[in-house]
């Protein structure tokens, strides 16, 4: 029987070539990789960088598929595939995210997203980390803590657009829009949930372990504890996760029956 698509979202400031250890692991060549607006490509005109229009922009790719599909993200595209089966559970098979803990009511954004959110200090600092050489944006990238060819890639297709992006996302995400979010969480468990829990996550941009686990309880979802794996593990360390999905989607009902 022909495999259910799969289907990856990757977040800020990344770009779709950071999947290909995970695909790799997965033996998931026919993996399709789709990148958020702004973030490795360009955004279409008039598009606003909202989570909203995020959300709708991943609906419009899934509704490409014959098929329900496996979607799993990464950072703030773990935060659009929770936002999607939030809202439409008609398009997908299951979900996996590791960044629920945002949609908790006490999550407070980390303190380089709370400067994006600024008016004036934001642009200053998308123009620090975005808008140098790539010798400065691989240095921008060591800092976030990423090693290897990750902080390569991710250097490599940093950009002005994106810095765009990322002002005018996360500042449709300041808080209460996240807290409000979150309210609907429940609806996410119409289809099967993985939540991606990354213990060595030790900046915690996407929340707590104890938010991640209030919101993975509240969207239905299956918890993953993941030990000795951190915030990049698309590259890291992509085997635990690898292997978490895979036995994820092994118990799942037959795809012809969701």
């Known amino acids: 029987m022909p ?57 419009s790719q899934l509704e490409l598929f014959r098929a329900p599909v496996d979607l799993v993200g990464h950072d703030w595209g773990g935060i659009h595939v929770a936002a999607l089966a939030m809202s439409r559970p008609d398009l997908i098979r299951s979900w996996a995210s590791d960044a629920l803990g945002v949609f908790a009511p006490d999550y407070d954004w980390h303190p380089r997203a709370q400067v994006w959110q600024q008016e ?49 996302l996360l500042r449709s995400a300041r808080q209460p829009a996240m807290s409000e979010a979150g309210r609907l969480l429940p609806s996410a468990a119409a289809r099967p949930g993985l939540a991606l829990l990354a213990v060595d996550d030790f900046e915690r941009a996407s929340g707590t372990l104890v938010q991640h686990e209030w ?16 915030h990049w593990w698309p590259e890291e360390t ?21």
């Open 120 to 168: 004036g200090p934001g642009e200053a600092s998308v123009q620090e980390l975005w808008g140098g050489d790539l010798e400065q944006r691989l240095a921008v990238a060591s800092a976030l803590g990423m090693t290897g060819r990750m902080a390569e890639r991710v250097a490599a297709g940093m950009d002005p657009e994106m810095g765009r992006s990322v002002l005018k």
């Open 238 to 258: 992509p085997a635990p996760v690898a292997e978490a999905l895979t036995k994820f989607w092994a118990e799942l009902p037959d795809p012809a029956q969701t």
């Open 3 to 59: 495999r259910t698509p799969l289907v990856l979202v990757h977040g800020n400031p990344e770009t779709a070539t950071i999947w290909g250890p995970l695909i790799g692991e997965l033996e998931r060549p026919d993996a399709v990789v789709v990148s958020p607006p702004g973030f490795g490509v360009p955004a279409p005109p008039g598009f606003d960088s909202s989570m909203t229009a995020y959300r709708d922009w991943l609906a």
């Open 215 to 230: 919101a993975a309880q509240r969207a239905g979802a299956r918890p993953a504890h993941l030990e000795g794996v951190g």
